[in-house]
């Protein structure tokens, strides 16, 4: 049995609920925009959101891109630093 490869969906963000501790995953409706009343996940660090990253593609085996300010980043190439 071949297992299934990682897969990305259509443009999609990680919320965060502002009164609980958990994630969510929704449709991308603009850094300004909210899904279900929550916002768009950001972080600081780039080594907390590849470990949400992470949990995602165990929980789920969909990966999700991850961006700053000034556009997609390259994961591999930052994971190796």
Known sequence: MIPERPYMSDDRAVYKHSDFARFYRGSFTGLDGRYQGMK??????????LELR?????ATNELFDVYDETGKV??????NE
């Open 54 to 58: 992470e949990s995602t593609l165990r």
């Open 40 to 49: 768009v996940y950001t972080c600081k660090t780039l080594k907390r959101i």
């Open 74 to 79: 390259d994961v591999k190439e930052k994971n």
